[in-house]
């Protein structure tokens, strides 16, 4: 399916999604929180790590959207705090990764768990694919831990 040209099919497919798009690109940022929102996602925008830990304060997102590289600032310490919110209330939050470095960055960040990792600039249309699909993988195994905690 092409979500962006089939925009009538497409509106509100990310209705109740609550999405963390961190990125230090103020453009890219607007971008994914634009075409989010209007797929009816919950967006919270961060411009830097520091930015996205208080959010994280008061906001629990079903997935995150995070470039990788930030000047002064390192991703680990994000990554190990929603480690830390999926080991207290067992849901896992998926992580897409972005990044405009074609060079080590994926080797790089070998021990960090993440479900993709998308090249800027990237297809909108197989990033909201992506989304959609991992919030869908996530509310299955979610549901399936709830009914293994419950038996």
Not at 108 to 135: G, T
Request: aromatic residues 8%; charged residues 20%.
């Amino acid at each position: 399916m092409n979500f962006i040209n089939d925009y009538c099919l497409a509106v509100g497919i990310l209705k109740g999604v609550q999405v963390l798009v961190v990125d230090n690109d103020r453009d890219s940022r607007d971008l994914y929180a634009f075409l989010l929102k209007d797929l009816s996602a919950n967006v919270i925008t961060a411009g830097s790590v520091k930015e996205a830990l208080e959010t994280l304060s008061w906001f629990t997102p079903n997935i995150l959207v995070c470039e990788i590289r930030f000047l002064g600032e390192s991703i680990y310490t994000l990554l190990n705090i929603l480690s830390a919110m999926e080991a207290d209330n067992g849901n896992h939050i998926p992580i897409i990764v972005t990044s405009t470095s074609t060079t080590g960055t994926h080797d790089q960040i070998p021990d960090v768990e993440f479900e993709e990792y998308l090249l800027k600039p990237f297809d909108l249309d197989k990033f909201i694919s992506i989304i959609r699909n991992q919030i869908q993988k996530n509310m299955a195994e979610n549901i399936r831990h709830d009914v293994l905690v419950l038996q």
